[in-house]
């Protein structure tokens, strides 16, 4: 895109569009729930379904003129059928937390109790944290990974939800490397008389192409969002069994929602229709082998990740075993003056806090897009090393900026 008719008329927003556009080309796309959606992708979210209300769902509006955003909705919900072979899909969540929002508004009611993932330990704020609506309206507990290995603690969550009582037990995490064990809680979930809901926003992809096991007709509720490893348009789904069809359905519109985004629902049909394509199972196979490359060259170098290394397709470093001295935030912004983008993330057990905390995650899901393999990611894993261990040294910081720049030259992404 050229943005040469919003330059036009608006030369201020253009020189941003345009800015951001050349920002993601010269940078590499480290931070875990990000990707590079194709050009297609793009043009359908900027159709002209931006300015039709659709309200209802297919078939059924409460508003005449729905009848392309009927078959826009009808594509998306059927290709996401296949892709995940769920029973029902529903595709109109403007995000992946608004598809949890609407699966606790299905089932629950103000009060009822919540066990889910501890933020700090990977988990989510629209899984119960305190600051988010569902950290008002229900009670929360949490469970944890486990403090030696990093992984879930099954055998403790088990053990929590039998004292805890919960109505419904989320799994499904924001900063969690390994594979889940979706059956194990679902058996908790049944043993307590709790609904599970699993929220894979961060390995739509990998489950879609089954780089990782999946929830779909084990969990009661799946809820993802759309942008992430799948790469599609932006914004959540939700899928169930026939069962809660209904319920779901009527908790997103009228429940927390209005009209439908079509525009960015046109952009999901486009995306599941090119992951149902050849090409993606071999993307999300090179998503995982890339974090695991990125892992190994950051072991290399001395640094500690959290659970030893990954499943899928980030790397949790955790910053404290190797130097104790330098935060997340102290690496996240010394990386990105070298161009490499990423954030400062949590780590189990953490000392700092939310804002500074001791750790950094990295993805591989935007950087495969842009044709990153195994080389590749162990090379970009050597200069993280190199700018963890001397974020302030502006002579390193341009040796690194130099290897950036000539890495994204090498894999462009827009021409
Ligand atoms: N905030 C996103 C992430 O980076 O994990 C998820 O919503």
Redesign the pocket.
């Known amino acids: 895109m050229t943005y040469e008719t919003v330059r036009e008329t608006d030369p201020a927003v253009a020189d941003a569009l345009t800015g951001e556009r050349e920002r993601q080309n010269d940078t590499l796309a480290m931070?875990?729930?990000e990707n590079h959606v194709s050009e297609a992708v793009m043009e359908a979210q900027s159709s002209e379904l931006t300015n039709n209300y659709a309200e209802g769902y297919p078939g059924g509006r409460y508003y005449g003129g729905c009848e392309y955003a009927d078959d826009v909705e009808g594509l998306a919900i059927e290709r996401a059928k296949e892709l995940w072979g769920a029973e029902h899909v529903n595709v109109q969540p403007h995000s992946?937390?608004q598809a949890n929002m609407a699966v606790l508004t299905a089932i629950l009611e103000p009060g009822d109790t919540v066990l889910s993932l501890d933020l700090t330990h990977g988990g989510?704020l629209s899984h119960g944290h305190p600051a988010n609506v569902a950290g008002k309206l229900y009670d929360v507990e949490h469970y944890e990974v486990d403090d030696e290995t990093g992984r879930l603690d099954y055998a403790g969550l088990d053990d929590l939800a039998r004292s805890a009582d919960p109505d419904v037990i989320i799994s499904g995490f924001?900063?969690y490397p390994r594979t889940v064990d979706w059956a194990a809680i679902q058996e908790t979930a049944d043993d307590v008389d709790a609904h599970h809901l699993a929220d894979i926003?961060?390995i739509t992809g990998l489950v879609a192409a089954g780089e990782h096991p999946s929830p779909v007709g084990i969990a009661d509720f799946v809820t993802g969002?759309t942008h992430k490893t799948i790469r599609a348009g932006r914004g959540g789904i939700i899928m169930c069994d026939e069962e809660h069809a209904d319920d779901v359905d009527s908790a997103v519109f009228p429940g927390i929602q209005g009209g439908p985004l079509m525009h960015n629902i046109a952009g999901k049909a486009v995306g599941f229709g090119e992951a149902l394509g050849p090409e993606f199972e071999a993307y999300a196979a090179q998503v995982v082998r890339n974090a695991d490359a990125l892992g190994d060259a950051l072991e290399m170098h001395g640094l500690s990740l959290v659970s030893g290394g990954t499943d899928t397709h980030l790397v949790l470093v955790d910053l404290r075993p190797s130097h104790p001295d330098t935060t997340g935030k102290d690496v996240e912004a010394a990386l990105e003056e070298t161009g490499i983008v990423l954030?400062a993330n949590t780590v189990p057990g953490e000392t700092r806090s939310a804002f500074n905390p001791s750790g950094i995650r990295a993805g591989t899901p935007a950087l495969t897009t842009r044709g990153f393999e195994e080389a590749e990611m162990r090379e970009v894993g050597d200069l993280i090393a190199r700018v963890v261990d001397a974020p302030e040294d502006e002579s390193v910081l341009a040796e690194v900026s130099a290897a950036v720049d000539d890495l994204a030259a090498s894999n462009p992404l827009y021409e």
Do not use: P, T
């Open positions: 931070i875990a729930s992946g937390s989510h924001s900063a926003a961060h969002s954030n």
